[in-house]
């Protein structure tokens, strides 16, 4: 679908870019491939983003490959799973640096907070991270970068469509009980103030599939509209369980509301729903970007 593509063609000029990083940090002579490490959610909370954005890499992989590689070198690429844990993270990063990486694409919140930890107590590599939206407040790596718009970018542009797009103003907010969820609150919250909006917040658990008394409390604010924020098992509970008890308001969100498998378990309850987020302009003057969407439409 449209929104998978646009992902997508975030990765090629991300790993393209951080190939170019690895081929100045690694070792002289060296003429054999460039192996590139990417850390990604296959399991856990956030699978359904993470098969999409390995697909994508992939694609990249192969693209740059056919293309005469970097600089005449093949480009390796060797994919981790991150479970979506900080553990799962540090396993799967400890792992690529022993299989000799000279740099690797990290995916996700949970895993872009991680890394971070790693490089400033560990081996230096460079990392571009993506499908990261919150921020590190202090003590960033000077070897961690970011290829991704902001939290606090993207809910004001979400809060701006609510207030002048929905044209409403008493908005519940359902976010994950995390530090990602943290980021969340603090930007819509600040955002949908500035836009003289009446926000009530209600924090959920990603990992729990039973949400009816979240749905009860968040439904009993009677909003004009809802705000669902997050991905995983208590983000669909969320959303079937606002269905079944009656609530026919708009839902807004992010990219999450639009993944492939959002839409195909919960098709039906998608009437009214809305996500807003950054977009690539398929039809502009960047050919590598127009062939990259194509390839991966077919």
Known sequence: MKLSMKIKCIMVAGIIGVGGVGLYYGQRGDVGEIKIGAIVHLTGEAS??????????????????????????????????????????????????????????????????????CLEKGPKVPVIGTSCTGGINENKSDWLFRYCYSEKSQDYDLCKFVSKGLKMQKMVLFYPNNLYGQDIYKYTAEAFLSYGGNLEAVPYDASNSNQRLNVVKALATTPEVVCLRGIGTGFEAIIKGLRESGYRGPIVGDVTLGLPDTIQNYSMALDGCFYVAAEINKNGGDRTVQEYMKSYAD
């Open 48 to 117: 359904s983003l993470g098969g999409v954005l390995r697909n994508g890499f992939i694609l990249a992989q192969k693209d740059v490959n056919l293309n005469g590689g970097i600089k005449g070198r093949k480009l390796r690429l060797l994919i981790e799973d991150s479970k979506n844990t900080v553990n799962g993270t540090i396993f799967a990063f400890n792992k690529l640096m022993a299989q000799g990486v000279v740099a690797i694409i990290s995916t996700g919140d949970i895993e872009y907070r991680a890394v971070n930890a």
